[in-house]
């Protein structure tokens, strides 16, 4: 059986990619993209863990964040789409009409 | 599973129940509704709907504390959360009812996210379990992050929006990680239970500590500490007027509600640690926020930093980790949801049409023309700045108090120096009011709910600092 501990590291460097490309990468989808890995890094995390200590929680969980993962993508292309409404970019650093 | 155990206890979440119906109700209503005329109802269910959840709390009052399947809990500390987190709702809602025609025709949907963002947040100051807790940030941040962007048609807003969208989500995946290495550490996602556990074997600390730290950070973005708070001015700014409103009040609350439990319930034994990493954020916190609202001319982002510097404040009750600490952290949210609410509601008064924001010279003479509202004004600007004896006074006297009992003499020294600072530009609003002469006269806007809802948070300013003990009486702290 695979270690535990390997699963972890292994979704440690898949959010700290993801972290790392949310404050690097300037287009706004890419950057929704990084956070939805992020978040599949937690459910990597949460299922290693649950079969660690036996018990379902960590799976329960896991079907939260993917509900949640996909109402989040919902809500946030169309925030993209009302804002492109408004400029034809979205790269974020053309967005600056409030100070950041 | 049978029935019976599902429905014990289903009175805890009565609540969150009522106002889920009412949701649904609004938008059935809005696509019942006739003409435009109709629409004059909407905020109407809204109010009602609110106002339904309240009673339901002051009937969950009066019997002992239950849980609902070790998921949300129906304690003194929660009740006393939900119960601001309705009345900033309420007040809200009282504030779009005129704003909201102005800018966007369609208000069905409008009126089901402030509900269901209300859901979210008294879901979020009632949860004892790691799950709930991250679906109630979420039900709440996703409503508002549509919401924030309501005014589609002005660049502004729907920028607000997105920053607020990109930067939650980042967080709300820092959160949720931190969840997940503390359920690691523990083995259980039950805050109780991770207390009792880490309590006698220590857990992890490879996943305990990272655990805490991400956690930390995920609270600090939703209440808007430094070195996480850069999305406040910008979405306080862009939202329209009412929504930020009702997020200044409502958010902190359920996310402060939510962070006291967590660190009480489930990490009391190492309070030790985070209570140095708390004190080092609340200084942040308050200096940076004072000192930047200091250059601000909008009063939208002069409002927005002060609302950083009172988070700062509210994390000092934290630090010492004790019932009365928790308390006050309540007491201090209740008239900072009064004071805040009310000082935007007079910032929709002199907002000019079709703009989300008034720069402070709008304010200037405005004494001479409206007195009632410069009076309101003024009540809400001397309460923030702490001057007794209004509400904010004895909001900051319970919080530093905590403080000194607590043994944090020096941090609470800092935050009266805080508050002393912060005096300088609340004051000044007072000064531009009485002593300016106007540059263009201001046809301040006006209409039933925004007096109504001015008149309520300028009396409860005045009565909640007159008689502090009435209040105090009613909230109570958490655990201890």
Redesign the interface.
């Known amino acids: 059986m695979v270690p535990t501990s390997y699963y972890?590291i292994l979704s440690a460097m898949i959010?700290a990619i993801?972290?790392v490309g949310?404050l690097v990468r300037r287009n706004?989808l890419i950057?929704?993209m990084c956070?939805e890995m992020?978040?599949n890094?937690?459910n990597l995390?949460?299922i290693a863990?649950s079969r660690?200590?036996g018990?379902l929680?960590?799976q329960?969980?896991v079907f939260?964040?993917m509900a949640?993962a996909a109402?989040?993508v919902a809500?946030?292309l169309?925030?993209?789409i009302?804002?492109t409404?408004?400029?034809e970019s979205i790269n974020?650093d053309e967005?600056h009409?409030?100070?950041? | 599973m049978n029935i019976a155990a599902l429905t014990a206890n289903l009175h805890v979440i009565l609540p969150e129940m009522v106002l889920a119906a009412f949701a649904l109700l609004v938008i059935l209503a809005d696509m019942l509704r006739q003409d435009e005329e109709e629409s004059r109802l909407l905020p109407l269910l809204t109010l009602a709907g609110i106002l339904a959840a309240m009673a339901a709390t002051a009937w969950i009052w009066n019997r002992p504390v239950a849980s609902y399947q070790e998921g949300a809990i129906a304690d003194g500390f929660a009740l006393g959360a939900r119960t601001v987190i309705l009345v900033a709702a309420g007040l809200a809602t009282l504030l779009s009812m005129g704003y909201l025609p102005r800018i966007n025709r369609q208000m069905g949907e409008y009126y089901a996210l402030v509900l269901l963002a209300t859901l979210g947040m008294t879901m979020m100051a009632s949860a004892t379990d790691l799950i709930v807790l991250f679906l109630a940030l979420e039900i709440f941040s996703l409503a508002l992050y549509i919401l924030s962007g309501y005014y589609r048609k002005n660049p502004r807003s729907t920028e607000a929006s997105m920053k607020y969208f990109l930067l939650g989500a980042f967080a709300s995946s820092f959160f949720v990680y931190g969840a997940a290495l503390l359920y690691g550490a523990a083995g259980t996602t039950q805050l109780r239970e991770i207390g009792n556990l880490l309590a006698s074997d220590h857990g992890n600390p490879n996943l305990l500590w990272p655990g805490i730290a991400l956690l930390l950070v995920g609270f600090g973005f939703k209440v808007s500490l430094v070195p996480f708070h850069m999305w406040t001015p910008d979405v306080y700014q862009g939202a329209p007027t009412p929504v930020t409103a009702f997020m200044s009040a409502g958010t902190k609350t359920a996310a402060f509600a939510a962070f006291v439990r967590v660190l009480m319930e489930a990490l009391p034994a190492q309070q030790i640690q985070w209570g140095w990493a708390l004190a080092v954020l609340a200084v942040l916190t308050m200096t940076v926020g004072n000192l930047t609202a200091l250059r601000q001319l909008s009063l939208k982002r002069m409002l927005a930093y002060s609302s950083v510097a009172n988070a700062g404040y509210i994390l000092v009750a934290l630090v010492p980790g004790t019932a009365q600490g928790s308390k006050a952290a309540l007491f201090y949210l209740l008239t900072y949801a009064f004071m805040n609410v009310g000082a935007l509601a007079v910032v929709i008064t002199l907002e000019k049409i079709d703009e989300l924001d008034a720069l402070q010279n709008r304010a200037a003479g405005l004494a001479d023309r409206w007195p009632l509202l410069a009076l309101a004004m003024s009540i809400f600007m001397l309460s923030l700045s702490g001057i007794p004896p209004l509400a904010g006074f004895f909001g900051k006297f319970f919080v530093f108090q905590a403080a000194v009992e607590g043994g944090w003499t020096w941090l609470a020294v800092v935050g009266v120096l805080n508050s002393a600072i912060s005096a300088y530009y609340y004051l000044r609003v007072m000064v531009a009011m009485y002593f300016h002469e106007a540059e263009e006269p201001v046809q301040p806007r006006r209409w039933g709910g925004l007096s109504l809802s001015l008149a309520l948070t300028a009396l409860a300013t005045v009565i909640i600092g007159l008689y502090p003990s009435l209040w105090t009486g009613f909230l109570s702290g958490l655990g201890g």
Do not use: C, D, P, Y
């Not at chain 1, 009409?97 to 950041?100: G, Q, R």
């Open positions: 972890l959010f993801g972290a949310v706004a950057i929704l956070v992020m978040l890094s937690v995390t949460l863990l660690q200590w018990n929680n960590g329960v969980f939260m964040i949640v109402a989040e809500v946030g169309a925030i993209l009302a804002n409404r408004h400029r974020i967005i009409l409030l100070k950041w």
